[in-house]
C-alpha cells in the first residue's frame, strides 16, 4: 500500500505501509511467538499446538475513529495533524492534512469536508499551539458499525460555543449520518496549555447521550468519554473469539460467573453474559464489570438496561485490581482482564494466581510483553488457546487474546 503523507515523511505512523499486507502479519506472528512461547513451553505445551490461525483486518480503511488536530485559518480550517519536523516547544502552529489518510473509514473521510465548512461558517479560529492563541484545538470523529456519527468539537473556552451552535444544524442536514437520533454531537472543554486530546466537560450539542455501536448483535453504547476498540471488524473477532472458546470449555469446566476487568463500555461482559454455543448454550452467566472511566461504565449501564439484564450484568467504576481484592466473597469462575498497555501488573496477577476459585482467565492484550511479563506471575495456569488479532495494521502494534485455565 503506498500514502504520499508516509513517503513525504510529513506522517510517521504507519511504518510499514510499504511492506506487503501478508508479511507484516507474519512478522507480528513471529514477534509474538518469540516472546511468549518460551513462557508456554515453561508450563509444558507446544506452542505449535496452541496458536490459532491469526485474525486478518483490511489493510485499509478500518480505523472507526479520527482525532484530528485543527489548525489553519477560521476560513480554511485543515484537519490533520501538527507539522512533524518542528519542536513542539517552538512550534508555529501548521499542520499537515490528513483527511485522505487511507487508514479512515470512508464514512469519516466523507464526514470531514462538511465538518471543516461547518468550521468556517461558525467562525471557529483553530488553536495556535506556538502562540496559544485560537479556540478550536481538535476534531474528534467516531463512526459506528452502521454508519453513525460522533463528532465532538474539542474547544478551549466556551467563548465560541454560541457560534457553534449555530451551525450544528446546517451540519447534520448535510451529513446523512448525524440525521438519525442515535448520532452524538457535542462540544468538549480542554482550556489547559497541555499536549492533551481532550478535557473533561463535555457539552451535548445534538442527538442522542451515547453512540450505539452494534457488534455481533450486541447493541453496545459509547459515551463521548469512552474507549472503544480503534477497527470494528477485528474488535468483532474478539470478542466472537472470546465468546467461542468459553463457550467450547468441557461441561464441569463452564463458567457460571465472570469478571470483565477493564471492561471499557463491555464488550467481553456483554458477549460473554450468556453462552452462544456448546454444552451450556443458552444459559445465563452472572458478570460484573469494573473499569476507572466512570463514561464508559454509565454507557455499558445503559446497554444493561436496554438489555434488560441489569439484575445479572452490573458495571462498577473502580480500579479493577482494588476492586477484585476487596471482594473475596464474590470470585468468580473466569476473570476477563483487557488492560492498557502497562498490562496487570504483578499484584493483580498473583492474586489470580492465588485464588482457587478462579478457573480461568482471559487475557487481552495490546503489549505482548507486558502480557509475557504478567504470566510469570501466573505460573499456576496454562495457556489452552491463542490468536493474534491484527487491530493496527501498517503499525509494530496487534492484539493478542489467550485463554488460560488452571493446572
Ligand atoms: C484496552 S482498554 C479495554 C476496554 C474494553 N475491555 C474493550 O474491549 O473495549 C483498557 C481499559 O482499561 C481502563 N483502565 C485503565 N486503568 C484502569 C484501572 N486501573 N482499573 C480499571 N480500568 C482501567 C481504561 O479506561 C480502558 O477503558
Request: hydrophobic share 40%; proline share 7%.
Amino acid at each position: 500500500m503506498r500514502c504520499h503523507h508516509f513517503a513525504s515523511g510529513a506522517c510517521r505512523s504507519c511504518p510499514h505501509i510499504g511492506v506487503g499486507y501478508r508479511h507484516q502479519v507474519a512478522a507480528k506472528q513471529h514477534a509474538v511467538r518469540e516472546l511468549l512461547d518460551p513462557r508456554i513451553r515453561a508450563v509444558d505445551v507446544d506452542p505449535d499446538q496452541l496458536w490459532a490461525d491469526p485474525a486478518l483486518s483490511p489493510e485499509a480503511r478500518f480505523r472507526n475513529k479520527a482525532k484530528m488536530v485543527v489548525t489553519g485559518t477560521a476560513e480554511q480550517p485543515k484537519l490533520g495533524i501538527l507539522d512533524q519536523h518542528q519542536h513542539p516547544k517552538h512550534h508555529d502552529g501548521s499542520g499537515v492534512d490528513l483527511t485522505d489518510c487511507p487508514l479512515y473509514e470512508p464514512g469519516l473521510e466523507a464526514a470531514f469536508g462538511p465538518i471543516a465548512e461547518a468550521i468556517s461558517e461558525a467562525g471557529l479560529v483553530p488553536y495556535n499551539v506556538g502562540k496559544r492563541t485560537g479556540e478550536l484545538k481538535h476534531v474528534i470523529v467516531t463512526i459506528s458499525p452502521q454508519q453513525q456519527l460522533m463528532i465532538r468539537f474539542v474547544l478551549r473556552s466556551t467563548d465560541q460555543l454560541p457560534a457553534l451552535r449555530t451551525v450544528v444544524p446546517a451540519l447534520r442536514d448535510r451529513l446523512a449520518q448525524l440525521q438519525t437520533p442515535a448520532a452524538v454531537v457535542t462540544a468538549n472543554l480542554l482550556p489547559v496549555h497541555q499536549a492533551l486530546l481532550e478535557g473533561e466537560e463535555e457539552i451535548p450539542l445534538a442527538g442522542d447521550e451515547t453512540l450505539r455501536m452494534l457488534l455481533n448483535g450486541v447493541p453496545l453504547n459509547l459515551r463521548p468519554q469512552g474507549f472503544f476498540q480503534t477497527n470494528t471488524v477485528i474488535a468483532a473477532e474478539l470478542y466472537a473469539q472470546a465468546t467461542a472458546w468459553v463457550d467450547a470449555l468441557p461441561p464441569q469446566d463452564q463458567p457460571r460467573s465472570v469478571w470483565d476487568l477493564y471492561c471499557g463500555v463491555g464488550g467481553f461482559g456483554f458477549s460473554l453474559a450468556q453462552a452462544q454455543s456448546g454444552p451450556a448454550k443458552g444459559q445465563r452467566r452472572r458478570v460484573w464489570g469494573v473499569e476507572v472511566s466512570t463514561e464508559a461504565i454509565r454507557a455499558a449501564q445503559r446497554t444493561s438496561a436496554d438489555l434488560d439484564c441489569a439484575d445479572t450484568v452490573r458495571f462498577v467504576a473502580g480500579d479493577a485490581t482494588a476492586l477484585a481484592q476487596d471482594h473475596p466473597d464474590d470470585v468468580p469462575d473466569l476473570v476477563v482482564v483487557n488492560p492498557p498497555r502497562r498490562g496487570i501488573g504483578a499484584d493483580l496477577a498473583r492474586w489470580l494466581n492465588s485464588t482457587e476459585e478462579i478457573r480461568h482467565v482471559l487475557y487481552s492484550s495490546c503489549n505482548a510483553k507486558t502480557l509475557a511479563a504478567d504470566l510469570e506471575q501466573l505460573p499456576d495456569f496454562a495457556p489452552v488457546h491463542a490468536r493474534l488479532l491484527d487491530m493496527f495494521p501498517q503499525t509494530d502494534h496487534y492484539e493478542v487474546l489467550m485463554l488460560l485455565s488452571r493446572c
